[in-house]
Nanobody, 121 residues
Framework: QVQLVESGGGLVQAGGSLRLSCAAS????????MGWYRQVAGKQRELVAT???????SYAEFVKGRFTISRDNAKNTVYLQMTSLKPEDTAVYYC???????????????WGQGTQVTVSS
């Protein structure tokens, strides 16, 4: 099994910053893409940012210029640096990873348990 554990969420005022971390552990041969999603109660989960194993990143339009995704492949960890936070960024943030458990296995998606980010106005 592979586990993703997020940390770094919390309460921050509008305009502030937070850094989320997500560490993967367990039976891991390789992690391809990693990403962050967010979900507000009653709404669909939406993509925030992704990053390939080569460090190529992409962002949702609503976070471009404010959030930065990065990863440390040696630590199987992905980060999300969030700046200029807005109240509408309030959500539960989930980490996602495309994992291969062996050289012969296919890829499957692992999810973290989520971390709450609350931005007050």
């Amino acid at each position: 099994q592979v586990q993703l554990v997020e940390s770094g969420g919390g309460l921050v005022q509008a305009g502030g910053s937070l850094r989320l971390s997500c560490a993967a552990s367990g039976l891991i041969f390789r992690i391809n893409a990693m990403g962050w999603y967010r979900q507000v109660a009653g709404k669909q989960r939406e993509l925030v940012a992704t990053i390939t194993s080569f460090g190529i990143s992409s962002y949702a339009e609503f976070v471009k210029g404010r959030f930065t995704i990065s990863r440390d492949n040696a630590k199987n960890t992905v980060y999300l640096q969030m700046t200029s936070l807005k109240p509408e960024d309030t959500a539960v943030y989930y980490c996602n990873a495309a994992v291969r458990r062996s050289a012969l296995s296919g890829e499957y998606e692992a999810w973290g348990q989520g971390t709450q980010v609350t931005v007050s106005s």
